[in-house]
């Protein structure tokens, strides 16, 4: 229980048990507040008694009455001294209700009177617990939470207002405002003091609480200011901070006439470019509205510009606006091109930035042709966007375009267009970052892997504080993730990733990425449901551009032959076609690429990915195929061939991955498995040497890798040691704990499944082959065959769809 309410509680109690007693009480409060209600109970308790009640407005009663005054700021003077004398009697009976401001000398006589008796009542808002106790009472039923939290956002917990929308939204569904409780405040604001309602619907227009734009705008010095300030509390309709409650601030725009909140636009835009202020908070109020006009152009104009960092889509919403109002198209058409692909509207941005670079007298060609450039990487097209960023030719344009010339195996021009004398343009925080990228992905292609890293995660940091209004062909973010996954640095990659997330970088159109390439991470260290996890978040809205669409179908690919999840990996085979057809291989799509090679294999496919892979090979042999970028994809080759039956080929990648293993420890452990592999592709098992080769892949980060390579080897092995310690070997590495040799059943009955039963059976039962099973389990397909027989035996069961039948029953899953 609060004070106010045990000082409330006691004066009740007081006029209850000694009604004739002098008491002289001060109430102040805002308009809306309960003064009156608080009166009017007060007088029920003094009738009840049988004293008399007067208003105070007339003639004051001699004695033996109750005198309770409301609104006393109202009042006259010279009924104000009266109401004084009174107070100063010693003998009234005197409540007065009154209104922070006007104060007047004669009500401020009589307050101070009235408050030397006793400190007055200070009413204050309600509770979000006293709202839905008030709106239980007026609605006779429980609220929502969400009526409360409607009621307490829109009107502060002023009591009148509660009161007001809690009655208009009673009998309706939408927890919204209705146009009832907006019509409901036409009393307050016709009744406003002339200057207090200018001030507040100029507030309520956008001038917020600038002192020193409002005094401008009403023509006031700072002390005339203060009084209209006060007035305005006074009235209950703004908070204790000066604040207008939201739903005040619907009706005094929506009560107001449309001339008078023009006029009012109209010259708080004046004044604020005249002071080069922010017109952002001005402008937006009228974005809807019929207005035209070279002041109106300009100020949506820069308005959209102030947006563009935070909000690309008002932005754009701003900007079309501004043309509305008569600003010419093409002066704004990069400007308008560049929020479009800010906000995730890659088409519109597009046609937008078509329209300036194709019309000579376009403002800001070079920009148009670095939004459309940014535009059409994402797409997929890096050696078009490539070729518009050569023609920008100025700031971060220069530097992106020989990022995508290396993106494409043209280093030599990417070199010399990085050596020409100031083609990084002003050191602005994003050329910086621009020329940073492009060393750091020259460096990972000529240089060290280390060192490349270490630029491009630089670029990252160095990029973020512009967050998401930059818009860029590629982040180096995912640059960074790109190169830290191709040496083995995936914590680096995961790091990188998070924090591009969490800031923003480079908008809407780069979150899909970061989150695909963070799935990539958790795929390739063995984190599946990270990885499945990141998919869904990726790809769960919108349209998918084709870089981000062979990302994701590749992850979706990799997830699926991880699973060896033969049916999911066909199904997601045909739209693995059409995506790696929509995307011209680059170096930045090779990792999609490498497990798209891996799938062909698998489902001996390999002739349709063929093309795709010849322009790979040769995109990397125009770079010198450095073994950052390479080793990764001859990987996925190897295992391609491998699975597509093709010794010779998996050899032949085995030795292209022996030439990079100098390069980096990564590199090594990667050329050491392909070594291995193709060992056992002949027979040759040799157990220390493919445990310490395993160990090592995992050790590198290649969780899974490591794991299958030490499961492959022991269902190849005819020795019985050797394939027990290559079992152990590729659960610790699976991070499975050891099961005993000889599995027990759980319990006696014929229906019941051992551990190791019931995880064959699971397999079993969603359709994968012995191997494959075996694959999954690291044990081998004979192993699994006996498993299904004794299964079968103990169950009775003649053929194999009553098997599958019994299964489905005691695994509780439906046919």
Not at 99 to 118: F, H, I, K, N, Q
Not at 282 to 310: H, M, Q, Y
Not at 575 to 588: G, K, M, S, T, Y
Request: one cysteine or more; a negative charge.
């Amino acid at each position: 229980m609060t004070v106010l309410e045990t000082d409330l509680r006691q004066l009740d109690e007081s006029i209850t048990a000694d009604p004739s007693a002098p008491r002289v009480v001060g109430v102040r409060a805002p308009g809306g507040y309960g003064k009156t209600a608080l009166l009017t109970r007060w007088a029920q308790l003094y009738r009840d008694a049988g004293v008399p009640v007067y208003d105070g407005r007339h003639e004051l009663p001699t004695r033996d009455a109750a005198v309770l005054v409301d609104d006393a700021h109202r009042l006259d003077d010279d009924r104000l001294r009266a109401l004084r004398g009174l107070a100063v009697s010693g003998s009234a009976q005197l409540a007065v209700a009154y209104r922070p401001w006007p104060r007047r000398a004669a009500l401020t006589e009589l307050v101070d009177a009235v408050t030397r008796v006793r400190p007055p009542v200070l009413l204050g808002p309600l509770s979000r617990a006293q709202i839905g106790e008030r709106a239980g009472l007026l609605l006779g039923a429980k609220p929502s939470d969400d009526l409360v939290d409607l009621v307490g956002e829109q009107t502060g917990g002023v009591p009148r207002f509660v009161d007001r929308l809690v009655r208009a939204v009673s009998g309706t569904t939408d927890c919204s405002v209705p146009a009832a409780a907006v019509e409901a405040f036409r009393y307050e604001v016709e009744n406003l003091d002339d200057g207090v309602r200018r001030l507040l619907l100029a507030t309520a227009l956008g001038a917020g609480l600038r002192t020193d734009l409002l005094a401008s705008l009403l023509g006031l010095d700072l002390e005339a200011l203060g009084d209209a300030m006060d007035g305005a509390r006074a009235s209950g309709l703004v908070d204790e901070y000066g604040m207008l409650l939201p739903i005040a601030q619907r009706a005094l725009v929506a009560l107001s006439p449309w001339e008078r909140r023009l006029s009012l636009h109209q010259r708080l835009i004046e004044i604020q470019q005249a002071r080069g202020g922010p017109l952002l908070p001005l402008v937006r109020p009228l974005l809807g509205a019929p207005v035209s006009g070279a002041l109106f152009a300009s100020a949506f104009k820069t308005a959209g510009d102030e947006a563009l960092a935070e909000s690309p889509a008002l932005a754009a919403r701003l900007f079309t606006a501004a043309v509305d109002a008569g600003e010419p198209a093409l002066a704004l058409a990069a400007r308008r091109a560049e929020a479009a692909a800010l906000s995730g509207d890659l088409d519109g941005g597009l046609r937008l930035a078509d329209q300036a670079i194709a019309a000579e007298a376009a403002a800001d060609r070079a920009h148009g042709a670095s939004v459309a450039a940014a535009v059409l990487a994402h797409r997929g097209l890096l050696g078009s966007s490539t070729e518009l960023y050569r023609w920008a030719g100025e700031g971060s344009a220069v530097p992106f375009a020989a990022l995508g010339l290396i993106g494409t195996g043209r280093l030599a021009e990417a070199d010399e267009l990085l050596s020409q004398p100031g083609s990084g343009g002003p050191p602005t925080l994003l050329a910086g970052a621009a020329r940073q990228l492009a060393q750091g992905v020259r460096e990972s292609v000529t240089g060290s892997a280390t060192t490349a890293l270490a630029t491009l995660t630089r670029a990252a940091v160095l990029i973020e504080p512009l967050g998401r209004n930059v818009l860029l062909p590629d982040t180096p973010a995912a640059l960074a993730a790109l190169v830290a996954m191709h040496c083995g640095e995936f914590a680096v990659a995961e790091s990188v990733l998070r924090r591009a997330i969490d800031s923003g970088m480079g908008g809407a159109i780069a979150l899909r990425r970061h989150l695909l390439l963070r799935g990539w991470t958790a795929m390739l260290r063995g984190g599946f449901e990270a990885a499945r996890a990141d998919l869904l978040a990726a790809t769960a809205s919108g349209s998918v551009e084709p870089r981000d669409w062979l990302l994701a179908t590749g992850l979706e690919i990799g997830l699926a032959r991880r699973d060896s999840d033969l049916s999911a990996l066909r199904t997601v085979w045909d739209r693995a076609r059409e995506a790696i057809v929509r995307h011209p291989a680059d170096l930045f799509a090779l990792l999609p690429l490498g497990e798209l090679a891996v799938a062909a294999g698998r489902l001996h496919d390999t002739e349709r990915l063929a093309p795709h892979l010849g322009q790979a090979t040769e995109l990397l042999q125009q770079l010198g195929n450095p073994p950052l970028w390479s080793t990764l994809l001859s990987w996925s080759r190897m295992h391609a061939a491998v699975l597509d039956e093709h010794p010779e080929d998996a050899g032949r990648h085995a030795a292209d991955l022996a030439a990079y293993a100098p390069a980096h420890p990564y590199c090594a452990a990667v050329a050491d498995a392909a070594r291995v592999w193709v060992k056992l592709l002949a027979g040759d098992v040799d157990a220390d040497e493919t445990e310490a080769s395993a160990r090592a892949l995992a050790a590198a980060g290649l969780v899974w890798d490591g794991a299958r390579l030490a499961g492959q080897a022991a269902i190849r092995t005819a020795d019985r040691a050797a394939m027990v310690a290559l079992l152990d070997c590729a659960r610790i590495i699976q991070g499975r704990q050891q099961e005993p040799a000889q599995e027990t059943p759980l319990a006696d009955s014929a229906t019941t499944l051992s551990e190791r039963e019931r995880e064959v059976a699971e397999l079993v039962v969603s359709g994968l082959t012995y191997k494959q099973i075996g694959e999954k389990l690291f044990i081998s397909a004979k192993t699994v065959e006996y498993h299904v027989a004794r299964m079968r035996q103990r169950l009775g069961s003649d053929t194999r769809s009553d098997l599958l039948n019994q299964l489905r029953g005691l695994l509780g899953t439906r046919a």
